[in-house]
């Protein structure tokens, strides 16, 4: 996670290690950074069955069908995302941005703009 914060993802390779119970895994989010869609989806899809009451990792998914082409699914995926946590906006994220680095902050308009796509609220 720190590397792609700091903006030199495309130095490292992603950990196989099993997703954590209760983040997103940071091979998920390396592989949306890298532009590999439809990696991230397996990751994804993984950490869900980790643990389905995290709705991150379903928004993260969300993001993630939006730039592999699947609109449909992503909205669907929202939805379940927005009814475990029915107050997160994208403005609320937003606010928790950890970093000011112009590599991690682009990454993160792609992510606004794919829960965007995916019809979650701005707030």
Known sequence: MVLVIVGSSRDIHP???RPSRTEVPASARLKLHLDAGE???VWLRRSIE???NNPLSRFWLADALTR???LNEAKA???AALALDPIFTIRRLRATAPSNNP???AGRALFYR???LAAVPEG
């Open 15 to 17: 950990s196989t290690k």
């Open 39 to 41: 990696e991230a989806v």
């Open 50 to 52: 980790a643990n389905r």
């Open 68 to 70: 592999i082409g699947e």
């Open 77 to 79: 995926t929202a939805q």
């Open 103 to 105: 590599a991690f902050l």
């Open 114 to 116: 794919g829960l965007r």
